[in-house]
């Protein structure tokens, strides 16, 4: 890194502000120009302005030894600064300290100007997601699912009727500042041991701190919205957690199932917490009631968006019920930006078995219709072999067979935990394809309103 890169390289601002300056001296001088000459017209100071403007001298002398002092000043006066801030300030920017400092503040310029994205989705999933868009930009907006009614979202959604907080606390840890501690002390869980091993019927037995923290801030915010606005605020989160709606929602499924004398039979599951154990496939998932309004917030995210994202996650219990409601899959649907379903890496066990891709996408379009035609899924694993005993790898489909929507590939897998996607593989994919569409006619026009 030289000091001329450190101080007139890309993204760090400089160069735009000189620019201004200059222009603006030039546009003082401009100005007092044309104030002197119309003093010298009307001969309001006499014999000193006589002097000072050189009119004793030929016009053409005049103007040449006035340029050349200005440019001699202008030259003296940056050259001066800039040894000025070089002597002072380079010795500590060439320590390794300096440097992180240098690297750190031009990251923060180009994330602060990065593009609008929209995270949509729940569960696990979507942190791992939220992990590595961070690093290319701080306009993130994560939609989040408040149909989850299991553990200790579900109990202080019975016990207080408020929305469920586990996935928001998921997703403001993996936007915070302090990530590592922050997801340490928003996953912190009281245990029976930790309360009172006398007494089994503990009230904080069970509940996770991130939790009990938003619960509390929406109690002093005076609404869930509000908390989950401050919680971000306390915890110097990079964007938005907003929920999808804010009405008290039900998931529901129809369901089907073989018979042991192989007949087929189907019914209705009622509750996020319990689609997982039907012990059957389901077909369809829905919303109890079916007409929830979406927030306004998220709609307004959406619609002003440069690249929306919905996934990785729970296909059916994490995704799906964001595009249930019927103002956001509207809003999608409207959208010109890019829009990238993000397919999960292995298949889950009650949910999704031996879903493919294919199988993926013609389930997003029976719930949520042309919302999402493009999907980003992972290539690298072994046809040849399974995942585990209880899932699979989704696989791709065969060469050449025909698709009804755009794939685009890579490997996105963690290498301790291939069952679940690298936050940087995945970001740096996303960010390569968003890339790539931008140049498409389509969404060219996007790309010029989203410019800031």
């Not at 729940?122 to 290319?136: A, C, N």
């Not at 006398?198 to 509390?216: A, K, P, R, V, Y």
């Not at 696989?395 to 698709?403: D, I, S, T, V, Y």
């Amino acid at each position: 890194m030289t000091k001329r890169s450190l101080l007139f390289g890309p993204s760090f601002g400089l160069k735009r502000w000189l620019v201004a300056t200059v222009t603006g001296i030039v546009l003082m001088a401009v100005g007092l120009a044309i104030f002197l000459s119309w003093l010298l017209r009307d001969g309001l100071l006499g014999p000193l302005m006589y002097l000072m403007a050189l009119e004793f001298l030929p016009d053409w002398l005049q103007g040449l030894l006035l340029l050349c002092a200005g440019l001699a000043l202008s030259i003296a006066g940056a050259l001066h600064l800039y040894r000025t801030v070089t002597r002072d300030l380079w010795p500590e920017l060439k320590t390794p300290e300096g440097r992180r400092i240098i690297r750190s503040l031009l990251q923060r310029q180009q994330r602060r100007v990065g593009p609008r994205v929209v995270a949509i989705g729940g569960g696990t999933g979507l942190p791992q997601l939220l992990r590595g868009l961070r690093q290319y930009t701080d306009n993130i907006t994560a939609i989040v699912t408040v149909a989850d009614d299991g553990g200790s979202s579900g109990r202080l959604r019975r016990q207080i009727g408020m929305l469920p907080p586990g996935d928001f606390r998921n997703n403001i840890a993996a936007l915070s500042e302090a990530e590592g501690l922050m997801t340490r002390l928003f996953q912190y869980r009281f245990a029976e041991a930790d309360i009172d091993a006398t007494d089994e019927q503990s009230e904080l037995s069970g509940h996770s701190f991130g939790n009990l923290f938003i619960t509390t801030m929406a109690a002093i915010t005076g609404s869930f919205e509000s908390g989950i606005a401050e919680s971000s605020k306390v915890l110097a989160v990079r964007g938005r957690v907003l929920p999808s709606t804010l009405e008290n929602v039900t998931l529901c499924a129809e369901v089907r199932r073989t018979r042991e004398d192989g007949r087929e039979e189907w019914y209705v599951v009622e509750g996020e917490s319990k689609l997982p154990k039907t012990g059957g496939q389901i077909e369809r998932v829905y919303l109890q009631p079916a007409n929830a309004r979406g927030y306004p917030e998220a709609i307004r995210a959406i619609l002003q968006a440069d690249l929306i994202v919905a996934g990785p996650g729970s296909f059916f219990t994490s995704v799906m019920p964001n595009l249930l409601v019927g103002a956001v899959r509207d809003a999608i649907c409207a959208s010109i930006a890019p829009r990238i379903y993000v397919c999960n890496v292995a298949t889950q066990p009650g949910e999704t078995d031996d879903f493919t891709v294919t199988d993926h996408m013609r389930q997003l379009r029976l719930h949520a219709g042309d919302a999402f035609t493009i999907v980003l899924a992972n290539d690298n694993y072994d046809p040849t072999q399974r995942l585990s005993e209880h899932s699979d790898w989704v696989r791709l489909p065969e060469p050449g067979a025909p698709l009804d929507y755009e794939l685009f590939t890579g490997d996105l897998i963690e290498e301790r935990r291939p069952w679940r996607h690298d936050s940087d593989k995945l970001a740096a994919r996303l960010m390569d394809i968003y890339v790539q569409l931008q140049t498409r006619p389509q969404f060219q026009e996007n790309g010029r309103m989203g410019k800031r």
